[in-house]
C-alpha cells in the first residue's frame, strides 16, 4: 500500500508538471496579467457569461421548404412541359395539401409527359424524392416523400449555417461559433459582441431578393383587400417606403431570384444622393435580367425582399450590363447590412430567434473578479482549516489541493472546455469535496490510531478502508454531472463539465498524491507516533 | 503541535433513540414543502416560462430609476413587468412573462426584449444594457422538460447504482433522503419566492450528489460494521456506525461552507441563487443522511448478515439451521 516505486513517483510527477504547465497561461489570464504572445497560449476559454457576448438560437420551419419545394417543382414541371417538342398543355396546377397535381390536357400525351417527369422525380438518383401517380387518366399527382422533405430540410439547414458564417465574417473581427443543433436549429455564439442587435439584424434577414412584374391589370380596390387576381401574389410595401401601408399585386411567375448575384455593394446615387445597393448578376443571371427589361420596358418592376416590396421602378430602358440599383429608403447602415446580406447569399429557409443570451463585457469582466475573490478567500481558509485540523496530513491535503486547482484548469485548457460563472460554483464545490477524501482518510487514521494500531499500520488502514467509500462516493457524483451534462443547457453544461473533471482530478490527487508524500516521509522519518 | 478536533474521541451520541420525532419532522417538513409549491408556487424564470430578463446598469446614477422604467415598460404594451433591485442600488434586473397563448410566434420573446431594451436607451441614456435572456415558449418548455427528466434520473441512476453496491434496503433509503433534500429545497424557494431557474436544477443536482456522498459514507461503515459484529442489534449498530463517521461528516460539511459562504456574499449576483440552494443543501443533507438515510434502514428490515460472505454457503435455512440466524 505505502510501497512506491521508482518509476511510480516519475510517473506521477510528470503529471502533475504537465498539467500545472498547461494551467499556467489561463493562472496569468484569470489573474488579470498577459500570457506573452510569443509563448503558444492553450489558455481556458471564457464562456459568454464571463467575457461577453451573444449567444443566439435560432429556429427554421420545417413547413417552409416543404412549401418551397412544392414551388420549385411546380416551375421544373411547366418548363420541361413548355419545351417538350411538342409542348404538352397542361392545367388545373395546384400545389394545396402539401402535393402538386395538374391535367394534362390531352391524354396522348400521359406517357410523354410521364417520360419527362421521370428525371424530375428521381433526383439525384440515390432516394425517392417524389411518388409520382397518374389518376383518373389525366391528372399527375406528385407526392413528396418523407425522406425527400427531411433531406431537403437538412441541406436547407447546412447551406443556412454556410450562409451565417459568411456574414458574420464579413462583419469583422470576431470567433464565433456556428453549430447546428437537433434537425431545424443553428446557434450562434459571439463572444465579446458589443452590439447583439445588429448582429441578429443580420443573421435574422432572409435576404430573399426578387424581381417581379407588376401586375397592372389588379383592381387596387382588390389589391387593397389583399385578394390577389389569378397568377398574380399580393405583397406589402416595407416599413419606411414611400408606399408604406399599401399592398401591391406581382405576377408569380416569370421573375427573376436574386441567387445568381456575384456581388453586392452599397453605394450613393450620385443623382438623387440616396443610399442604394448596387448588385451585380452572374452571366446566366444578366441574360435573364437583361431579358425580362427588354420585354417589359415602360412597365414597372417590384424589388421585393424577403416578401416585402422596397420599390416598384418603372423598367426605363432594357438593363444589358448585368448590374441593378436597388432603391428603397436605405441609410448607409442599413444597406450596408442588406449589401453583406446579399453577398453571403440568401438563407434557403428563415430564422427566428428563439433563445438569446447577451452579456456586457463589463458585467462579464465584473463577474470574473468577484468569483475569483470569493473562491481566492473560501480556497484560503479551507487549506487553513485542514492545517489547523490535520498537521503534517492537512499540510499534505493542501498542497494536493493546489495542485488540484492546477490540474482542472490545465485539463480544461487542453480540452478545450469552456469556463462559465456556474463553473466557478463547481469548482468551489470541488474545492470543498476534494477536502472530502483527506479528511475521510485522516479521520480514519485517527481511528486506527486510537484502536491503538502501530504508526505504518493505521496509515495503511486509513487510505485502504477509505478508499472504498471514497470510491463510491464519487462515483455517484459522477452520474449526477454526466446526467446534468447530457440533458442540462447552456451554462449548466459548464458546471457539470468542472464537475466531472473535478472529482476525477480531486480523486487522483487527494488519495494517490497524498499518499505518496505520506509514504516517502514514513521511510525518512519512522516516526514512532502520529499527529493527526 | 495541538490539532483541532471538532468532534471528541469517542463521542457516543444516540441518534436513534429520536428517531421517531425527527420522522415525524421529516416527513412534516417534506409535505409542507409541497404543499408550498403547490399554493404559493415557484417563481419560474425566463428559462422555464419564457419571456425575458433584462439587466441594466444606470452608469453613474446613484439608483435605478425603477418607477419610471416602469411606465415607460408598461407604454409597449406587453403587460406588467417585475423590476427588481440587482446587486448595486443602480443596477435593476426587468422580468416580463410571455403573454398568453404566444406558443405559435416564436419570435415574440425576443422582439418584446428588443422594443423594451430600445425603449429604455430611448428614456436613459445612461442606461448600459448588461445582459438580455429572452426566450420563447418552445424553448422554455423544452429545458422545463428536460430540467425535470435530469432530475428524476440522477435520483433513479443513484439509487440504483447504490442498490447494486449495497443492498436494495440502501437504494431506498438514499432514494428517501434525496426525495426529503429536494423537496425541502423546492420548498425553500416556493417559500422566499427567489428566481427558480435552469442554474438551480444545476445547484438541486449537486445537492443530490453531495447528500449522497454523506450518506454513501455512512451506509459504507455500515456494511463494514455488519460484517465486523454479526451478533450487535441493528440500532445500536447503526448508531455506532454514525458516531464513528461523524467527525469527518462534521468537517466536510464545515469545509463546503466555508468555501461556499464568501461565494454567497461576495460572489457575482448572478450565482446568489445557485450558491443559497446549495448552501441550503448543505444542511438538508447532512441531517437527511444523518437522521434519515440510516434509521430508515431498521424499518425496511435489513439484516444483520446482509453482507457476510457467502462462502459459508448460500443457504439461509441452513444457517439458521445452525444457530446463526
Redesign the interface.
Known sequence: MLDFPRWKKIWLWGLILLTSLAALPSVVSLAGARWPQSLPDPSINLGL?LAGGSHI?L?ADGRQVATQRLETMEESVRTAMRQADPAIRIGDVSTQGGRLSFMVDSASDVDRARELLLPLVNGNGLRREWTLSVVDETRFVLVPTKEGIDAALNQAMDSAKDVIDRRINAIGTLEPTIIRQGDTRIVVQAPGQQD??AL?ALIGQTAKLEFKLVDQNALPSDVQAGIAPAGSEIFPYVEGAPGTGQNIAVRRLGGIKGDSLVNAQATVNPETNENVVTIQFDQQGAAKFARLTTENVNRPFAIILDNKVLSAPNINEPIRGGTAQISGSFTAESANQLAIALRSGALPVDL?????????P??GA??IR??M???G???G??LL??L????RFGFYADVALVLNVLMILGIMAMMNTTLT??G???F??T???A??AN??IN?RI??ER?RGRKVVQSVEMGYK?AS??IF??????V???V??F???????KG??VV?VIGVVTSVFTAVTITRMWVAGWLRRARPTDL?? | MKLLKLVPDNTNINFLKWRVPFYVVSIFLIIASWGLVATKGLNLGVDFVGGQMIRVTFVGQPEAPVASMRDEIQELGYGEPIIQRFGAPNEASIRMKLPEGSEEQPDLANTMANRITKAIQAAHPEARIDGVDSVSGKVSGELFQTGLLSLALAMLGISIYIWVRFEWQFGVGALFALIHDVSLTMGLFALTQMEFDLNIVAAILTIIGYSLNDTIVIYDRIRENMKKYRRMPLPELLNLSVNETLARTVMTSLTLLIALIPLLFLGPSSLFGLTAAITMGIFVGTYSSTYMAAPLLIWFGVKSDSFVPSDEGPNQAERIARGEG
Open positions: 457569461d438560437l429556429e447583439p442587435e441578429k427566428k430567434v428563439i433563445e438569446e443570451r447577451t452579456v456586457g463589463d458585467l465584473d463577474s468577484a468569483g475573490v470569493a473562491m478567500i473560501g480556497t481558509l479551507v482549516i485542514m489547523v485540523t490535520y498537521g460563472l456556474p466557478i460554483a463547481g468551489v464545490l474545492i470543498g469535496a477536502v472530502d479528511v475521510l479521520e485517527r481511528e486510537r478502508e472504498r467509500a463510491d462516493a464519487n462515483i455517484t457524483n452520474i449526477a454531472a446526467l446534468l447530457l440533458f442540462g443547457q447552456g451554462p449548466v458546471f457539470a464537475l499527529h493527526v
